[in-house]
């Protein structure tokens, strides 16, 4: 059947991360495929933050889908915050 047995907080690491892929998640923390605003992604300290979420995202059993929802709130957010700071520095 396709029904899937949620941990509980006595399961093991490896049942956890058995539902997790049951669920979507991909293979490994590098199997992310995110779309990522370039001016996020050029330099390597960048680089280093978006392996760094993909590892933790995995660890936390995202999927693609919501993993990719987490980089665009974040992306909106700082946007959000650069608009701001323009519209502030017009302002003074």
Known sequence: GS???MPTEESSDEE???FYNKLGRPEAPDKYELQIDERF???PADQQKI????????KQGFTNTQAQKAV???TDMINGSMIKMLLWDKLK
């Not at 392996?51 to 995995?58: H, L, P, Y």
């Open 51 to 58: 392996n760094d979420f993909r590892e933790q995202a995995f």
């Open 16 to 18: 956890r991360s058995d």
């Open 41 to 43: 992604s050029q330099n």
């Open 3 to 5: 029904r899937v047995k």
């Open 72 to 74: 665009d709130f974040y």
